[in-house]
């Protein structure tokens, strides 16, 4: 495994390796590497001959200074923990590499998909993921890349961006992975107590009664149901919204193939994100 800290050393170690007659597969993430980051690149060693995991904490992506100041880093445990897997290259640059060195001019205008949850809660968020993700496509020039279905609504940005832009990378959704209590894991996870572990279970337990609720319930009821049983726990309700998973327009009275819950709950100070699909998608 090869850890490349600038863009000019990534490069040079993808010519080594003949990158551009093979196939990449590349898988972003942030670090504080969890076991669901690792299920994106057992997915991605499993389909490409080369396989690329970055670690970028991006600053552009946060709207909220403290929440960027407090994302958990530590990148020698990162590197232990893909040291056993068959991880090609390691690319770990500084914000000052990445934003210094690289030019990305593109504005993708994402209308409806950037207005509504995330977009609506976290102004610029959208824009500083499709700048960052765009920026390492183009250094990485991955034919696949991985991600996590436990970000819902950037998946969806990010294959609009990929359309727009015409980029030839094929994005690759992945499940969400789960602790046994069910809570969706996440670096940010590591900033909750054993006590706030136990309470954040409750997202989990609330998706899957929405899912039950939806065989007899509209949409809007059982959002209405959710939303109630979150006043008796210990979290702190941000949003929850039932949507088409394409359009990512709000249902209310009809069930669409693929609806998904997405809720966003604050555990004590941490911000906990996570969705369920609560009616089957149509197979393809
Ligand atoms: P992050 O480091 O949080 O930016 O995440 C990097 C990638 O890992 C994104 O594509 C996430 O959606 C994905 N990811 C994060 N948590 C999980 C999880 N619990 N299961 C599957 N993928 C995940």
Same mark, same amino acid.
Do not use: W
């Given at each position: 495994?090869?850890?490349?800290?600038?863009?000019?050393?990534?490069?040079?170690?993808?010519?080594?390796?003949?990158?551009?007659?093979?196939?990449?597969?590349?898988?972003?993430?942030?670090?504080?590497?969890?076991?669901?980051?690792?299920?994106?690149?057992?997915?991605?060693?499993?389909?490409?001959?080369?396989?690329?995991?970055?670690?970028?904490?991006?600053?552009?992506?946060?709207?909220?200074?403290?929440?960027?100041?407090?994302?958990?880093?530590?990148?020698?445990?990162?590197?232990?923990?893909?040291?056993?897997?068959?991880?090609?290259?390691?690319?770990?640059?500084?914000?000052?590499?990445?934003?210094?060195?690289?030019?990305?001019?593109?504005?993708?205008?994402?209308?409806?998909?950037?207005?509504?949850?995330?977009?609506?809660?976290?102004?610029?968020?959208?824009? #500083?993921?499709?700048?960052?993700?765009?920026? +390492?496509?183009? /250094?990485?020039?991955? *034919? @696949?890349?991985?991600?996590?279905?436990?970000?819902?609504?950037?998946?969806?940005?990010?294959?609009?961006?990929?359309?727009?832009?015409n980029i030839s990378t094929k994005i690759i959704e992945c499940e969400t992975m789960r602790e046994k209590s069910g809570l969706a894991m996440?670096?940010?996870?590591?900033?909750?107590?054993?006590?706030?572990?136990?309470?954040?279970?409750?997202?989990f337990a609330a998706l899957s009664h929405g899912r039950k609720l939806a065989s007899s319930k509209t949409p809007a009821e059982t959002k209405?149901?959710?939303?109630?049983?979150?006043?008796?726990?210990?979290?702190?309700?941000?949003?929850?919204?039932?949507?088409?998973?394409?359009?990512l327009e709000s249902l209310d009275y009809a069930w669409t193939p693929g609806a998904t819950a997405c809720v966003v709950a604050y555990c #004590?100070?941490?911000?906990?994100?996570?969705? +369920?699909?609560? /009616?089957?998608?149509? *197979? @393809?």
């Open positions: 495994m090869i850890l490349c800290e600038t863009t000019h050393s990534l490069k040079s170690e993808l010519a080594k390796l003949d990158a551009k007659n093979k196939s990449v597969g590349f898988v972003p993430t942030m670090g504080a590497l969890h076991d669901g980051h690792l299920s994106l690149l057992d997915a991605c060693i499993k389909n490409n001959e080369i396989s690329v995991v970055s670690i970028f904490v991006n600053p552009t992506q946060f709207n909220n200074p403290a929440d960027l100041e407090k994302y958990p880093r530590d990148l020698q445990s990162d590197l232990n923990i893909l040291q056993p897997k068959k991880c090609d290259i390691v690319f770990a640059p500084t914000v000052e590499d990445i934003y210094e060195n690289n030019q990305i001019a593109s504005s993708v205008v994402l209308g409806k998909l950037g207005e509504v949850m995330e977009g609506k809660f976290r102004p610029g968020h959208f824009e #500083g993921v499709m700048q960052i993700v765009e920026l +390492l496509f183009r /250094i990485v020039q991955p *034919q @696949n890349a991985y991600f996590g279905r436990k970000d819902f609504q950037q998946v969806a940005v990010i294959k609009h961006m990929v359309k727009t832009l996440s670096s940010r996870n590591k900033l909750l107590t054993s006590e706030n572990l136990k309470d954040a279970a409750f997202i209405e149901i959710i939303t109630k049983s979150f006043s008796e726990s210990k979290l702190s309700l941000e949003y929850i919204s039932i949507v088409d998973p394409t359009t #004590g100070a941490v911000r906990l994100l996570d969705n +369920l699909e609560l /009616i089957p998608a149509l *197979q @393809n």
